[in-house]
DNA sequence: CTGTTAGCGCTTTCAC
DNA sequence: GTGAAAGCGCTAACAG
């Protein structure tokens, strides 16, 4: 930067103001200056400029995977809005491991995020520890923690599908089972599961029956051996609701290569609302979450907590209430009146 | 970090030196550190030490889109490597922008990386010299660029589908249609299609029909359009190469919708090697490319390169090809005997 | 093994 | 609208 100064024959600071766009510096010396970058091919050092400004221009963004769309979206939300406020976002993953998200937060830490967003209530200890004491704002997401620790942007996973099991219940079905959810690393997909359960119990269903699928991530590969296990545990089941879309899928693919029409033999349900439900064959009943302005309003509570941190005031802390729809499909169509009739 | 130095008595940089692992410290002092660490919730401030140290620990890494998990097995690889190698990863997304990936690149370049990855080998002429001038290792992977700026990690697009094209050739296909790849802002898909229009030439084929499906990103949902447009224009086709897996699954369902049986009707091939292949019905015939290699490798690259410019000797441009493979699988299969017979 | 000194490249703060 | 001085929090380099 000095040898731009130099160049441009001002001081560096007037440099630095022309480079962050809102000094005033009159339109000749800007030029004379850009002159000057063009020239020595400068580009301007942010690490340099965050130390001695205090502000690094990071936030932080936890997810718990990159294989899920609905997290991709979640990411393209805070993306936008953070970019716009000229943020720019330290993405990690955990893979559903919250020791791992211990570390990401340690990590990110040591790079002095403005903001951290993290995936769903629970923590560890210290990460919960650590998420307290950094001293910037916080965002939970995608869940609706008991003990929020700052913001919250979220919904209640098990409502979600306490709707979809009641909604199955008026198309006519009686015998609903779950696949998934029987792990407590996917903290999301366990809350589903606790909403089915209530669900059979509230309607005063016969049974409850869940097929285990293990430690997330459950892929499309699980879908199929879990469909297979449910009709050979419970024959007489009518619908299964799976943990996710990509599991219903699996499970739908599973059904078509064994002959079992979807919905007539077994409708099949999701969560999520991925592309692939939209296109497949048959199209899948699902739960549709707002995951890109989970992701936006994230950013947008980072973006005014930081502002506000300013006037010494601190902002009240916020909880946002992202909205579910049930999206009926063709997995679960009209089979409940055929079969009654 | 003079607070935690005073609380343990010792200087600053001794706490510098504990913290950072490999320095030579005593286990006493060492431990008398880490209790001041833990009484103050002390935590390193890295965008001070990559000041001082002029090494930043970050890497930067650009990719089209968050939406394919070829990329994203590509970021695992990177990340696993560089994480390995104690660097952060900064990550970019251009959605299939040449403007994007400048400006992505130029913020990157304030961050100060000591690597960039790239995603294919055509950029702007203004992105190109900020990558030449940076002054930090380079590799462009996915592609083989005619006339690389560094390192690559990449394979030949045109050639997977010369080999795909081939191998239906030898089941007995003859009329062999490609879907998509007619935009040059894909510029793998785009390559893809090359590759086909070189193999039907070569193959002495009667005639080449290309699908267009416009820019990318080309998603599951271009795929039905994209069968039912071919099947309308070119009623003898027997099968079709997509552009990439998701693609040839929309074609798929849009069969299974009509009730055109896949692959006696029209036989169907995608690229990419996607989960969704593996556990669709019927599975799908693909190209595979070692997607998390292609980051590994590029990681790898770039940690040899940081270490590698200290000895004054530059290293050696290097240029890796990544395998690629063709599997077979139903959506291509027995068809051709059973056409013939 | 530990401490001292200097300085990374920028921005803050205040003066003009 | 521009400049000078000081310093952000850490680590390199050297001395002991």
């Not at 459950?218 to 599991?247: K, N």
């Not at 707002?290 to 994230?298: L, N, P, Q, V």
Request: charged share 20%; aromatic share 6%; net charge neutral.
């Amino acid at each position: 930067m000095a040898d731009v100064a130099r160049l441009a024959g001002v001081s560096t600071m007037t440099v630095s103001r022309a480079l962050k766009g809102n000094g005033a510096v009159t339109a000749a010396t800007r030029s004379k200056i850009n002159a000057a970058v063009d020239e020595l091919g400068y580009v301007l050092d942010l690490s340099a400029g965050s130390l001695s400004s205090k502000r690094t221009g990071f936030v932080s963004a936890i997810l718990p995977t990159l294989y899920n769309s609905n997290f991709s979206d979640t990411v393209n939300g805070i993306s936008e809005v953070l970019g716009n406020g000229g943020k720019e976002i330290l993405f990690g993953y955990t893979n559903y491991s919250r020791e791992r998200e211990e570390q990401l937060i340690e990590a990110m830490l040591r790079r002095r995020p403005e903001g951290i967003i993290v995936t769903g209530g629970t923590h560890t200890p210290r990460a919960r520890q650590l998420l307290e004491t950094a001293g910037v704002p916080v965002v939970e997401t995608w869940d609706e923690p008991a003990d929020p620790i700052d913001h919250v942007v979220g919904f209640s996973n098990a409502a979600t599908i306490e709707d979809m099991t009641a909604r199955l219940y008026f198309r006519g079905y009686r015998r609903i089972a779950f696949i998934g959810g029987d792990s407590t690393d996917d903290v999301r997909g366990f809350a589903r599961r606790k909403g089915y359960e209530r669900a059979v119990e509230m309607l005063g269903l016969e049974r409850a029956h869940v097929v285990p699928l293990g430690p997330p991530p459950i892929t499309i590969a699980h879908g199929g051996p879990g469909v297979a296990r449910l009709l050979q545990e419970w024959p007489e089941v009518e619908a299964a609701i799976c943990v996710s879309d990509p599991c219903a899928f699996g499970a739908i693919m599973e059904c078509h290569r064994n002959g079992w029409p979807v919905p007539e033999r077994l409708a099949v349900a999701g969560f999520g609302n991925f592309e692939l439900s939209r296109h497949c064959w048959p199209t899948i009943t699902t739960v549709a979450i707002a995951c890109t302005d989970i992701g936006r309003r994230s950013g947008e509570l980072i973006l005014q907590a930081i502002d506000g941190q300013k006037p010494a005031i601190a902002p009240a802390t916020k909880s946002i209430q992202i909205p579910h729809s049930i999206i009926e499909r063709e997995s679960t169509g009209e089979a409940a009146s055929s079969r009654k009739s």
